[in-house]
């Protein structure tokens, strides 16, 4: 099956903060890829990832940075998917604990928008573009109903 949801972090650094992310999407059996690439490192491969994303088959986009957290609005500045923004704090790496991040991710002006997540909140992101998809898609709908079954059965 194609990947319906892109997951894309600014840095390989990044990645262990996503496991919950994936591992949900995973959980709820939807298919998803895993991408580095940076708004401000690599931004001619962000802007050729987003304006491309819709046509590629994806469906909704879940993108995470630290620090300056400008990923996710400038993939949603290049493509008409929704964003679903995870602001990320690594331990050590942020001198103001992650408000950079969280502020740059849900501060975006009017017209582009994107959904802003909880710092290191990469499992609702998951649940997020979940609830999307289950707008279209029988078997994700189905998937979530069961997981919040779950969820409240404890
Ligand atoms: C951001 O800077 C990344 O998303 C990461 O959270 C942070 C630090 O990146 P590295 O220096 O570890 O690559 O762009």
Known sequence: MPPRVAVLTGSKSDVPSLEACTQT??????AHDLQVMSAH??????????????????EVIIAAAG???HLPGVVAAWTRLPVIGVPIAQ???????GLDSLLSIAQMPPGVPVACMALNGSRNAALYAAAIL?????????????????????
């Not at 999407?25 to 939807?30: A, E, N, V």
């Not at 490192?41 to 994806?58: C, D, H, I, L």
């Open 25 to 30: 999407l995973d959980q709820l059996g939807i």
């Open 41 to 58: 490192r690599s931004p001619a491969r962000v802007q050729q990832f987003a304006a491309q994303a819709a046509e590629q088959g994806y």
């Open 67 to 69: 620090m300056a957290a």
């Open 91 to 97: 331990p050590g790496t942020t001198a103001v604990s």
């Open 134 to 154: 289950a707008l279209k898609y029988d078997d994700v709908r189905e998937a979530l109903e069961r997981f919040r079954a779950e969820q409240s059965a404890i």
